[in-house]
C-alpha cells in the first residue's frame, strides 16, 4: 500500500491513462494530473511499481514549472498531494518538440545504420556514441498512435502547428533546454535531451505535461560522462534495464522486478530528487491511498464517500431518487447506474471492478424487484456492502417477490431493506465516516429528546 498504481473513483472523469500518468477533469479549465509509481521500461509498464516514484516525478516537474517561469508561461498550478498536481487545461498542441544535446539512443540508432537527418536536421559524418553537438538540435515529432518523425516544414504543411507558433515553440525550447542543462551542471548532471510539450490558453502559448523529469529526460551523471563517455548510463532507468537484460528469458523481459531492485531504484530516483533540488523528500508514506482520498477531499475535489445505487431498469428511478435525495443531505457523493444483472451481465464486471478500486469508502444499493439476481451478483464480486433495497408495486408484489431479495447462495452477503429511507440510512451507516457517526449520533439524541418531550406531554406531567 505504499506505491500508488491508478487512481479510481466514479467521482471524477479519468481523460486519459499513460503508461504512467493519469489525468482527470476537474472542471472546463483545470485538469488534475497523477504521477503514479509504475515504471516502464523498454516501452512496457511493469508489474512491480517503484514507491516514491510518481512523487519524485510529480515533484520534479512542479520544481522546474515554477524555476522556467520567466522563460515560458506554464500550465501549472499547485501541487495538491506528492504524487498529484492541478493544471490548467490547455488547447495541446500535438507535437512533442525533442531537443537533443548528445547523439545518442535513437538518433544514435539511425545514425550508425547511415541516415544523416533527424526531423529533417542535418547531422554532420563522423559523429560517435554519446557525443555532443555542437549546438542543442530540435527533432519534432508529432504526437499521434506511434509518434513520427517530421520536419518542421512538414508540420506547418500538414497543419500541425502554425509556422510563427512553431517558431516561437522552437525558440522556447531551446531556451529552456540551455537553462536546464546549465542548473543540471552545477549538480553534476547532464541534461542529454528531453521533450517538451506546448499548449494554448487564451491564444497565448504555455508549456504543458511535465519538464525536465526522469521520465521526459535523459539523464547522465556528468562523472561517469567523463570517464566513459560512449558507456555514459541514464541515471534513472539503467539499473532496472540492466535487471530486465540481466533476466531475459525466452527472448522476453520479466514483469516484476523484486524487492531489492525495488529499493534501489526507489532509492535512485529519490537521489536523482535531491541532486536536482538539494530538498530531502519525506519518507514514503505508508499508505498512499488514504493520503491521496484525504488530500482530494481537503481539496474539494471529491466527496469523502459515496453510495452507488444500482438500478436494474430506468422505470425504478424514482425509487432510487427518494433515496439519492436522502444521502445527498450527508454531502455523499451518489452514483446512480442501470445495470441489469441478467440483461446485460457483461458490463457488471465494469462496474464490480471500479467499485472494488475506488479510493473513497463505498457502499452499494441493489435495486431489483422480481427476482432479483443483481443484488447477489454485486454481493459476491465486490469488496464494499451491499444493500438490497428492491422496489415493490404493491403487498402483494412484495409477498411474491421478497424472497429472491433475501435468499442469497453461500458467499453472497447481501443484506436486504425494504424502506428506501431505511436502507438510504443503512447504506451511510456503512461508510463508517467519523463526521457522520457524530451527526447520527446527533440525530439519535434528538429522537430520543424528542420522545420524552412526547411522553412528558401525552402523560400531563
Ligand atoms: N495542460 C494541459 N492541457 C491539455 N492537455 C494536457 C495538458 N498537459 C498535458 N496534457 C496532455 O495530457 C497527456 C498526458 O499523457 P501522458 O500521461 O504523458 O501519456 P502518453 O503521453 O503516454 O499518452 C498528453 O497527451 C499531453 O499532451
Ligand atoms: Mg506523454
Known sequence: MNCLTTIITPQIEKIHSGKVRESFRIDENTRMIVATDRISSFDKVLDTPIPGKGAVLNKLAAYWFK??????????VEVIDPNI??????????????VRGYMTGSAWRSYQQGKRTVSGVQIPDGMKKNQAFDEPIVTPTTKEESDREISAKELVEEGWVSAEIYKAMEKTSLKLF???????????????DTKYEFGLIDNKLVLIDEIHTP??????????????????EQLDKEYVRS???????????????PNDVVQETTRRYRDIYGMITGEVLPEIDNNTRSRVHANLVRH????????????????????????????????????LRVVSAHKNGE????????????????????????????????????????????????KTDQMVNINSSLMMPSNTPAVTVVDPKNAAMAALRTLNLPRLKTRFEEEINEMKSELKAADKRVRGR
Open 178 to 192: 540551455k537553462h536546464g542543462q546549465a542548473v543540471l551542471k552545477e549538480r553534476g548532471i547532464i541534461l542529454v
Open 243 to 257: 535487471y530486465l537484460l540481466k533476466h531475459k528469458k525466452d527472448g522476453a523481459y520479466p514483469n516484476t522486478l
Open 347 to 394: 458490463n457488471l464486471g465494469q462496474v464490480i471492478k471500479e467499485y472494488n478500486n475506488s479510493i473513497e469508502p463505498a457502499a452499494i444499493i441493489a435495486v431489483a424487484g422480481r427476482s432479483n439476481g443483481l443484488g447477489g451478483a454485486l454481493a459476491a464480486n465486490v469488496t464494499v456492502p451491499v444493500i438490497n433495497c428492491p422496489p415493490f408495486k404493491d
Open 85 to 98: 498536481s492541478l493544471v490548467r487545461e490547455a488547447t495541446p498542441i500535438r507535437v512533442e518538440m525533442i
Open 67 to 76: 524555476e522556467t517561469k520567466d522563460i515560458i508561461e506554464n500550465h501549472f
Open 215 to 232: 521520465d521526459s529526460s535523459r539523464f547522465w551523471s556528468a562523472e561517469n560522462y567523463e570517464t566513459e563517455p560512449d558507456n555514459a
Open 300 to 335: 474539494k475535489l471529491i466527496k469523502d464517500g459515496f453510495v452507488a445505487i444500482i438500478m436494474g431498469s430506468p422505470s425504478d428511478l424514482d425509487h432510487c431518487n427518494k433515496m439519492k435525495d436522502i444521502m445527498e443531505q450527508y454531502d455523499i457523493m451518489v452514483d
